[in-house]
């Protein structure tokens, strides 16, 4: 079965640094890599996902995200943080079955 | 184009009685899915259908939940009788057929569920 490790719970970060999610996954065949956002009282909204292909993804909001095979890895990248960009951040792998499984998330607070 | 809308968005109601949470999928979408959301476990898939049919329920916690798609356009998802432990905000999404899609899962804003 698939699973998913994000090993930071929260992150602090100021507006205008670089924002690093990490991502750890464990599947047996080539994994379908998503992440979503969260807002307060929200749902989870797609920032990216990755299939094939390049292995450095853009999404939404100026995020990006570099799958790494040989690390098991498809960290989330912000060059520069906006105070909005405060939420949860999930990261997720899919099965051939159509099933999502979740990281815990990681919290990211921006400071002014 | 309306999205993955779900119904109540809040409910609070005392410990024994039936709870039914509602979610309409984007119309088109083949498979439904309810998650659980709550602090200590994360987000947890509790049922999946595929063109109405349940699919996989092995993450219903147990008998006391129930879930149902009686047509495309609609499905329940009911707790029968409602314990504290039960309280979490649920999640219900929907998606087209295939991960090779612009939206994979799109997600509605929840119901946050409380049982007194």
């Known amino acids: 079965a698939q699973s998913v490790t994000q090993p930071d719970i929260h992150i602090t970060v100021s507006e205008g640094a670089s924002l690093e999610l990490r991502c750890n996954y464990s599947y047996g065949a080539t994994p379908y890599l998503f992440w979503y956002v969260q807002s307060p009282g929200q749902g989870l909204q797609l920032l990216l996902k990755?299939?094939?292909?390049?292995?450095l993804v853009q999404g939404i909001k100026g995020f990006e995200a570099e799958f790494k095979r040989s690390q098991s890895s498809f960290n989330l990248r912000k060059p520069s943080v906006h105070w909005s960009d405060a939420a949860e951040y999930f990261c997720a792998v899919g099965a051939n079955d159509y099933k999502l499984s979740f990281g815990a998330g990681t919290t990211v607070t921006v400071r002014a | 184009d309306a999205g993955v809308i779900q119904s109540p968005r809040h409910e609070v109601t005392e410990m024994g009685q039936e709870v039914t949470l509602r979610c309409k999928p984007i119309s088109g979408h083949d498979y439904l899915f309810w998650y659980r959301q709550t602090m200590m476990r994360g987000l947890e898939l509790l049922i999946y259908f595929n063109n109405n049919v349940p699919i996989d329920d092995s993450g219903m916690p147990e008998d006391r939940f129930s879930a149902k798609m009686p047509n495309a356009s609609f499905s329940t998802l009911k707790i029968q009788p409602s314990e504290p432990r039960d309280s979490a905000v649920y999640f219900c999404a929907s998606s087209p057929k295939g991960w090779n899609s612009n939206q994979p899962q799109h997600f509605g804003d929840g119901t946050r569920l409380s049982i007194l």
């Open positions: 990755y299939f094939s292909g390049d292995t």
